[in-house]
């Protein structure tokens, strides 16, 4: 058995009977699985339930495979997930086709068990692996973060200080202009902050992105100071760029809150909490969260962006 128990697999076809197959398959080796027999049934599980992996067949009603793949494949909450395609024909232009589509593989019908079984093991493995990298900037992701973190609390006489980085007002932002426009500020985002820290920091800092506009950078002490206020000072510069005419001029912009009230909401501001060890002990990796968190609920208050530091000695 593979310990699979939360692991969901897609099936996309039409073929009831093929569905009842892998189903019967791939349940035995601990995975859950639901199947969709066109792309409209599909999208409560792709959207709402996150699969990890989808197997998909070419012949479709209404979308065929391969626009189903290249759909998946252009959006970012899904482009990261591994596609298998289903062929019943095997003919190379099939797989030729599938690939191009954007496909990490395909199994021809009807197909072995065992291989069936591997492929997708394979295909989840490596997603596992790149699931360390966040799919949007490629920066490491939390299980890389709270290694680096680690490293630097349980090191010997080690200073460091660890940079919380998000932004104010990006969700209302995403609302208004939709995430495709706020994938590309979380984007802009992570190319200031590599950018500065290659001028203002050093060799062995760390970046990564812990998801959604929330970033982290683990630097030197002595590079705090050059580098928030490198990176505050171009953002504030440029994030107007990304809103329209309109709200530029205005200084903001106009959306519902999640009370579905119109409001207000001001042009995006950063807020970097700066959690360090250079005037305080620090003993283990949860401490830095709870400092972090302190400083953010401080740093949120002010009305312009700024980094708020941990100046505590005790």
């Known amino acids: 058995m593979d310990n699979s128990d939360f692991t969901k697999v897609l099936v996309i076809d039409d073929d009831k009977l093929v569905f009842r197959i892998i189903s019967d398959i791939l349940q035995k080796e601990g995975y859950s699985v639901f199947g969709a027999s066109d792309f409209e049934s599909a999208a409560k599980y792709i959207y709402h339930t996150s699969p990890d992996i989808i197997l998909l067949d070419i012949v479709l009603p209404k979308m065929n495979g391969y626009e189903i793949c290249r759909l998946l494949r252009n959006d970012t909450r899904t482009s990261h997930v591994p596609i298998v395609m289903l062929t019943s024909r095997g003919q190379v232009e099939d797989k030729v086709a599938g690939l191009e ?14 291989e069936l079984i591997a492929r997708v093991k394979t295909h989840l493995r490596r997603a596992k692996q790149v699931k360390s990298f966040n799919p949007l900037t490629g920066l490491p992701g939390n299980i890389l973060i709270d290694d680096a973190i680690k490293s630097q609390v349980y090191a010997h006489n080690n200073k460091f200080a660890v940079l919380y980085l998000d932004l104010d007002n990006f969700k209302a932002y995403n609302d208004a202009y939709g995430f495709l426009k706020g994938d590309e500020v979380i984007k802009f985002l992570a190319h200031i902050i590599t950018q500065n820290v290659k001028i203002h920091g050093s060799q062995d800092d760390f970046i990564g992105h812990i998801g959604g506009d929330d970033f982290i950078l683990i630097t030197s002490p002595d590079n705090v100071d ?19 005419t309109e709200d530029r001029k205005r200084g903001y912009i106009i959306t519902t809150d999640r009370n579905f009230r119109e409001t ?51």
């Open 101 to 114: 589509a954007g496909a990490d593989d395909y199994i021809t019908k009807p197909f072995d068990n065992l």
């Open 226 to 244: 050059d580098l928030c206020t490198a990176i505050i000072d171009q953002f504030d510069a440029s994030i107007p760029l990304f809103y329209s």
């Open 264 to 314: 207000m909401f001001s042009i995006m501001t950063i807020s970097i909490a700066v959690v360090s060890n250079e005037y305080r002990k620090i003993d283990n990796h949860w401490q830095i969260s709870e400092i972090a968190a302190e400083l953010k609920k401080l740093a949120k208050v002010e009305p312009n962006s700024v980094y708020m530091k941990d100046r505590r000695r005790a």
